[in-house]
């Protein structure tokens, strides 16, 4: 009977949560259900492979996951989970664990890297099953706050709520300390992460501090710090994937990209199934013309990714680019054929568009490569401009190299108003003039074009700081029409917004369009530092 009465507290704990146990197979899934009954679970679901999986997790909440890491065809473990957070379907309070048969090296380094709770491997046991589930469950409980903050987008309640759990645990939680820091970098408080990423380095050597602290460097364009600092986190850390990430950006950065290959190759080796390693080793080996390495690494980024509804158009591109090198017009026209069906939107096409004028004119195809270059031409002085910069770029030179010098200038020229603080993108787009046999004119042509950019931006600041937000706004929003992808402008657009917004009072419709400006923003400048202080601004009106 005591130890009845000792058990009931542990079972009861279960008695309120939700489940979800995800197998392909019938009997591991009655197994598992069976066990967590046992422990005193009540509501317990169960799917049987990813799909049916992510379409519970996005009708129910679930507390606790249990899936297994080998699901047969389609979706893997890892992939159902990076997905789900993709999707913000699960959030920091949801426990997953991931479940196994065998402890492989790549499900081991994919489980670190996707960061599941926890992970078990088969057979699993009642014992073993409820002690790791209580751990858990005790760690989590006071999560569901700072989640709710999150996924509201109330940042700054967020890391005050993270600082009040941080103040209550005496021995403190590193978990709670790192997610801090990663909020602090989303609101663009840089010094306040570089002090917690150093205060947490005084207490212990933590490899995501010393990466934060890197990130911070290589933000700033101090790539040579930035790159210190990784390899010293790789030489105490040789499974810290994300420190190869970002070594490997950095040195190419630094133009150093045999490095980069062989950086990522490495991290390859421990963690082989993410879509954007792949991707990016494709993208070092294409800079080392290592075209087989890099028509392997796209080829595996494409079959990583046929069972996620996560898709890009990158890998596609970066293929159908290698295959034009190799002179294989069929193979390269076939995959920008699936890049149009596989990745939604109007974007997405246009892309493939942009690089089938590339692979026409390079096969020799110029009169069908200028037939499509006249139709893409219509549609992107039509408004359809949005495109990553660099394959505008490129398509600008696929224009300058079948003879249309006038749309090539003006793609080049979109390229420069809506990133003239980009000196990368401002050389390149000047390289592009000069293999056109346009240099002088070109640079002609680039320096008028910022300083026209830069004067319409100082004029809607000026008749900001003159009090008159109104002109400001109308300036700027007719500025949008040249700049739609202009990070500083739209900034400061949204700025002008919570601007009005303080004077006369919060007006929804107005706070809904400064998000989305600061949003579209930060997809063209990711470290801008503005992006997250006006997120904050904007969340301390509301």
């Known amino acids: 009977m005591p130890l009845l009465q000792q058990a009931a507290p542990d079972k009861a704990e279960f008695a309120n949560k939700r489940f979800l ?15 967590l009954r046992r422990c005193g679970a009540h509501q317990i679901d169960v799917a049987g492979n990813g799909n049916e999986a992510l379409t519970a997790i996005s009708r129910n909440k679930y507390d606790i996951v249990l899936c297994d890491y080998y699901l047969g065809a389609g979706k893997n473990g890892q992939q159902i989970l990076e997905e789900a957070r993709h999707k913000s379907l699960i959030g920091t309070s949801t426990i997953w664990v991931m479940i196994t048969a065998e402890k492989t090296s790549d499900m081991v380094m994919g489980a670190v890297e996707h960061q599941p709770d926890d992970y078990l491997i088969k057979p699993v046991t009642e014992a073993m099953l409820q002690m790791r589930l209580s751990r858990l469950a005790a760690k989590k409980a006071a999560l569901g706050e700072i989640e709710a903050a999150v996924r509201a987008k109330e940042y700054l309640k967020a890391i005050t709520l993270c600082e009040q759990r941080m103040s209550q645990e005496k021995g403190g939680d590193v978990g709670l300390v790192k997610q801090r820091c990663d909020l602090l970098m989303l609101v663009g408080k840089f010094e306040e992460a570089r002090a917690a990423y150093e205060k947490q380095l005084a207490i212990r050597d933590a490899p995501w501090a010393k990466a934060g602290l890197a990130k911070l460097h290589f933000r700033e364009g101090k790539y040579l710090k930035a790159r210190d600092l990784l390899q010293q986190v790789l030489d ?38 993410s879509v954007q390693r792949q991707q990016s080793l494709g993208e070092a080996a294409g800079h080392n013309n290592n075209l087989e390495l890099a028509e392997q690494a796209y080829n595996k980024a494409l079959s990583l990714g046929n069972n996620s509804d996560i898709k890009t158009p990158q890998p596609y591109l970066g293929l159908a680019k290698v295959y034009t090198e190799k002179g294989q017009k069929k193979e390269a026209l076939a995959v920008l054929a699936r890049l149009a069906q596989d990745v939604e939107g109007d974007t997405a096409r246009l892309q493939a568009k942009a690089a089938e004028v590339r692979v026409l004119h390079k096969s020799g195809d110029t009169a069908e490569a200028q037939k499509l270059a006249q139709e893409l031409s219509a549609q992107i002085q039509g408004g359809a401009h949005d495109m990553p910069p660099a394959v505008t770029l490129e398509l600008a030179e696929a224009f300058m190299e079948i003879g249309d010098k006038e749309v090539g200038s003006q793609l080049l020229q979109f390229v420069v108003r809506n990133h003239y603080e980009d000196e990368a993108l401002t050389r390149r787009a000047q390289d592009v003039y000069g293999k056109a046999g346009m240099g002088d004119e070109g640079a002609a042509i680039i320096d008028a074009t910022r300083a026209r950019s830069v004067e319409i931006m100082d004029q809607g600041v000026r008749l900001s700081s003159q009090g008159k937000i109104e002109e400001g706004i109308e300036v700027l929003q007719e500025a949008r029409l040249l700049m739609p992808n202009n990070p500083r402008l739209l900034l400061n657009l949204a700025y002008l917004h919570i601007k009005q917004m303080e004077k006369t009072g919060w007006h929804h419709a107005k706070a809904n369009e400064a998000r989305k400006l600061i949003l579209i923003a930060r997809r063209y400048a990711i470290d801008d530092q503005r992006c997250g202080q006006l997120l904050a601004k904007l969340e301390t009106l509301a």
Request: glycine content about 8%.
């Open 236 to 273: 105490d850390n040789r499974n810290f994937l994300e420190g190869y990430d970002w070594l490997a950006k950095t040195q190419g950065c630094l133009g150093d990209w045999q490095d980069a290959e062989t950086l990522l190759q490495r991290a390859i080796t421990l963690s082989p199934n």
């Open 21 to 35: 146990i995800v197998d392909d197979f019938d009997g591991m899934r009655k197994l598992l259900r069976d066990l």
